[in-house]
């Protein structure tokens, strides 16, 4: 056998440097010594190699686990020496190999094909990378006679399937297809086969073009590095795209991976890094959990390797501190040591931001604005004007979510699935999936006579995206706005959001002008996904006492049962309490109706959550909703302390609105705004305007105005 | 002036051992320190005394902070020396006396009559017995004019208000009356007025009988040491107790307080800790906040006092521990220097316990049964069946709770009141309480023909009682057993409960017999109260998909929506997800009606959780109730792992019983339990029992068996 060759994805020397941390009280030493914990109950067991079974069932949890234990123990094993994990990774592959080839095919669950032993070939590849990750770290401590049984019996059988049975899925440009790159990429590199390198460089037809890992990461992302099914599906693409990438620094320096295509690889951590909330997570954009988020691997990672090659951001050290842990890898050495040498537990605060998309990044964006409060909670508004998330797409071209104190209050209901919980539907996408969650009045939206936007279609969705109109990112006042010309038939939409901070607020206040145009009479929903419980209506509410209907038969109204409606006459506002914090929307709306909906309806199997939606009901052509949302006071319920349950902000009223510029007037008890936005599409930082209503004037330059009223 | 008397609490000299621990980083210099961060914003600025307001008004909680403030200068000046808390504390005092007596009273909101500061004199005690003992503190410091001007004006005032305008009110025997004597006797202390001191310790008449402190202890408790109105009451009494304590403890060592009564006040400590559940919640009995626990100052100081006089118990310095912080006082230092010197974090694990109830323990009981998992999770089943709470109690004799692995799974809704949240009509309790709070229906207990116990009338509520039956507080499977034959008219109840643990079980299981015997036939409603998500249910069911009506107009079912129901023909199971943790209901049922409800009918105002309960309803004279549940497996979404989501139970069936016993089997994958429970009311450890079901005789000795089935 040949001697001790390169690791999977770096020198053996490189690795040695982390045997320095072993026992040390910093990030990496405790990272090493979670892997040795996580490890330790498995170093007696004999290795558990099951047969076939469902996501969440028995046999799937056991082959995953299987691979991290490989993978982990060639690292520990790298790391320390101690022959115990050699003799786990080593057991592992060996069995593997022993039954691989009997296993036949997973039956197939959905578009994916079926692995030999996982139901689809996506869970295989990211299985067999890490298998070859792990053979990588021992291969030198086997006979010729191991390594040829592992290569024969185990891991060219899996190339086999993924670059010949299954030619037509490798390689594919698509998150799934970076998975099979990298695992066929990392396995090549290891057993030597340059073949299958080059394969999954440059793709089955060696074009670089239609294929293979320089393809997938010169076209899946936009300009602005955004991917364009969201943070859920980028993440899971970043750990595949990145691993290799590391793997290739290490063995063909000649490709200089890291400023391959304009450093495309640091724009596209950098856009993943830029859409973390606050709380650590992931904005649940398209199809999403709304819990993944930094101590995902794949975001580990990231933020290890954008720090080793792209050099020093002190955002990104606080990230590894607020992760509390690293990867386990010579490359986040440095980021350790940076996030160690912090004196704060201050969170990263990511600046405002936006993300185009499309190849050219001319198809709409998604924006995120963030603002600081006074005693340094980050506020953080998201819009997504971008384009349809492909599959996974919901239909919610300019839904907005608000996070501030710790809590999502204008939130996402992600997808509706249970991950993994194989009485669930096996774990996989519920229909409920379709019914609701992609669903537009499921969003923080208009819906336009009760139907979705492209009436659900997403062959008409994927034809159509949302308009950048202006982004002001700093500022005591931030704001965007979008528009949406193209996704209710001949109804023009536009949303414009002002993230205002102010000496009288405690938590910067969101502004919502949201202002539909049609030559014909409909029907506007504004939703509203809240939690919590409501403390305190300003219009008087009539309940549902004793019966509750659904409030529609599609398009997602059949999940929400009616519990309570208000007649609205003049501005109102309603309250209420989501964890610690009271939440108050104030709206402009002097007439319609505001209806409460609770999920539930058309559940037959318990799939959705009981979340709660608001919705303000306008008939007309012309229509401006505007709204603001103020967070505020605190109740702390084991200590029995309460105060500001009510908040600072009084009333929101719309002066006038036109084809210039919209004009609304925000009262406080101790506050008055005059807030202007420009509606002209061909809007400048210089463009001036002058609107009149009521008799009077109102003058401002650029995209938007916010002043203080005597 | 005087020269320096002893303070309020106790002897300066005690005081000053808290000077070597500040800036330590144990659990004292910690908890110092902690105050020191508390007062440090409030050092700078003048003091602030407004006048009147609601509860969770500004001004309420303002009053709330400066006897706070007032309370914890005084304490950090002992300990420092540093004038600026003196001056803070002499402010705070001098202020109110330029304008107590000019404020007026407050308007009486409730059945307590109302304070100069504050709507109800019970807050007023509180904030006299805090003011007092900054007083005592900082009265050395201040000049003779200064002493008099707080005595008259203030303190003395405050006291004529209290003894003399509500004489009736005063050192009743209630835990309101603590409050009093110990805010009045606190004050004659610390302004040396003997006449105050003897009020409060021996009440108005004098007789150490009607009313006084010495009479409240005596009176308050049952032998066990429990208070009638529940944990949540009981800690709240449990700080005016502990401080008076400590204060005659210091300053009338003739009374010898501490083993006053028979060591009442250990008993009674004791019997506080010993309902705490793992997650250091209180149990929610009665009309309680179901967030209160062992953070309360109440929990704090008597931690410290018990370990101060009345010596080492390891459990209460694992409460220390988890508690995080101690009482600022010497009594504290000894606990403090416990808990830091523990190896662990290992929460407390307080044995199973007994407590009875009346004042001659003999008026039922309160049963808990803990028991740890192989891998150390403490599971808690709680069973009422003792008095009703006088005025906060619950119609639930023979309710239970179950608690583990950091969830309430069977769980009690609290009060419906949102406490010091002035939009929630002004944080007083709401109607809600009454209507749903209270009623068994909202309980883990049994409803017959859809009424609640005792017709939910506290009159009747309060001449009837539980009857223990039995209680076995060890080994491998414990359990307890009660009966109410007093509840409902006609209907005679016997609830018997076993905790398993068993090799193939992650979790303990509660196996539950609920037993009902009538001569004439009702509709028996057995009902479980979850939060989570279905994930499984056994039997079908039928959704009512766009339609949901309430259960009843009365009794609590007027505000549950019926969401689903399941005819049930044979035993059956039903999961659902609650956090990380899954949960199985398997009732031995083969007939009768499975009803799912939601919470929110009739709730005009939103003042209801959206809580759900399951109600399995059967029609019968006699009939048993037979159910296990199960908690098992583990969700974890963020890293989108998920094992056991079905768990080990299979079913559970009723072999049969009688007036001897009950029999039940507990089938699961890999366990067979045969379960056999006395229903002799003459059961002692040694009968024998022998009965036949079926053809088929079991036999056993005691109050119950458990065995496994070849």
Redesign the interface.
């Known amino acids: 056998m040949p001697e001790t060759l390169s690791l999977a994805l770096c020198k053996p020397d490189e690795m040695a440097r982390l045997r320095e941390q072993l026992g040390q009280p910093g990030l990496m030493g405790r990272s090493i010594e979670s892997l040795r914990v996580f490890l330790e109950p498995h170093l007696a067991k004999p290795s558990d190699i099951p047969g076939h079974g469902e996501a ?1 069932s ?1 046999a799937h ?1 056991q082959h995953q686990l299987n691979y991290r234990l490989c993978e982990t123990a060639g690292t520990l094993f790298q790391i320390t020496g101690e022959q115990c994990y050699a003799d786990l990774a080593a057991d592992l592959l060996t069995r593997y190999a022993d039954c691989y080839l009997g296993l036949g095919f997973q039956k197939a669950k959905n578009t994916n094909p079926a692995g030999r032993i996982f139901h689809q070939i996506l869970n295989e590849n990211i299985w067999l990378l890490s298998m070859s990750i792990g053979y990588g770290s021992i291969r030198h401590t086997l006979s010729a006679g191991q390594c040829a049984h592992i290569e024969q019996q185990l891991l060219r059988p899996a190339v086999v399937m993924m670059t010949e049975l299954y030619a037509h899925d490798f390689a594919t440009i698509h998150n799934h297809g970076l998975w099979g790159v990298a695992a066929v990429g990392t396995c090549g590199l290891v057993i030597g086969d340059e073949r299958y390198v080059q394969l999954a460089l440059d793709g089955l037809a060696g074009d670089r073009k239609t294929g293979g890992y320089l393809a997938e990461i010169s076209l899946l992302f936009a300009p602005s590095g955004y991917y364009i099914e969201g943070p859920y599906y980028h993440r899971f693409a970043m750990r595949a795209l990145l691993l290799f990438a590391e793997a290739l620094h290490t063995h063909r320096p000649d490709l200089d991976i890291y400023n391959f295509n304009d450093q495309v690889i640091r724009t596209t951590i950098r856009a993943l890094l830029a859409v973390v909330t606050p709380n650590g997570c992931l904005p649940a954009l398209n199809d999403a ?5 930094i ?2 691997e794949g975001l580990l990672i990231a933020a290890a390797v954008y720090n080793a090659r792209y050099g020093d951001d002190p955002a990104v050290f606080a990230l590894a501190r607020q992760q509390g842990q690293v990867w386990v890898h010579p490359a986040a050495l440095g980021l350790a040591a940076a996030a160690d040498a912090l004196q704060s537990d201050a969170l990263p605060f990511w600046p405002s931001v936006e993300l185009n998309e499309g190849p050219a990044g001319d198809k709409g964006a998604q924006g995120i604005l963030r603002a600081k409060a006074s005693d340094g909670d980050i506020s953080q508004v998201l819009m997504n004007y971008g384009q349809h998330g492909m599959d996974h797409g919901h239909f919610d071209t300019l839904g907005i979510t608000l996070f501030n104190r710790g809590e999502e209050v204008l939130r996402e209901y992600g997808f509706a699935r ?7 539907f096996g ?1 996989r996408y519920l229909p409920e999936n379709l019914t609701w969650a992609r669903q537009t009045v499921a969003h923080n939206c208009v819906t336009v006579d009760g139907r979705s936007q492209n009436d659900g279609d997403r062959n008409r969705a994927d034809q159509v995206h949302g308009l950048p109109h202006f982004f002001v990112g700093s500022g005591a006042v931030q704001a965007m706005s979008a528009m949406a010309n193209d996704h209710f038939v001949g109804v023009a939409m536009q949303r414009s959001l002002l993230l205002v901070t102010h000496e009288k607020l405690d938590t910067p206040v969101l502004v919502d002008l949201y202002r539909l145009r049609s030559d014909t009479e409909h029907v506007y929903d504004y939703a509203v996904q809240y939690a919590g ?4 209506t300003s219009a008087p ?1 009539d ?1 549902n ?6 409030l529609g038969e599609a398009s997602g109204y ?1 999940h929400l ?1 009616g ?2 409606n208000s007649r609205i006459t003049e501005p109102c506002r309603i ?1 209420w ?1 989501q964890g610690k914090r009271f939440n108050s929307w104030l709206s402009a709306a002097t007439s319609g109706e505001l209806l409460f909906g ?1 999920l ?5 199997s ?1 799939n959705l ?2 979340d709660t939606t608001l919705i303000l009901r306008q008939r007309g052509s012309k229509h401006l909703f505007a709204s603001a949302f103020e967070t505020h006071g605190l ?1 702390d ?7 500001g ?2 908040g600072e902000l009084t009333q929101i009223r719309v002066v006038g609105h036109d084809d210039q510029g919209s004009v609304v007037e925000l009262t406080g008890r101790q506050l008055r705004l005059l807030v202007m936005v420009s509606n002209r599409a061909d809007v400048t930082a210089q463009t001036e305007h002058e609107v009149r209503f009521d008799g009077t004037t109102y003058r401002w330059t650029g995209f938007f105005a916010c002043e203080a009223v005597a």
Chains 1, 2 share one sequence.
């Open positions: 969440g028995y949890n959990s709304r819990t993944m988020g101590h995902d249970w991950l993994n919980v194989e009485p669930k774990g419980q409501i403390t305190e509410v309940y006492r004793s019966q509750w209907t659904v059949q049962m519990v309570a309250t309490l609770q539930g309806g058309n559940d037959a318990f959550r009981r109740f319920e084991p200590s029995e302390r309460c105060h349950a009510r």
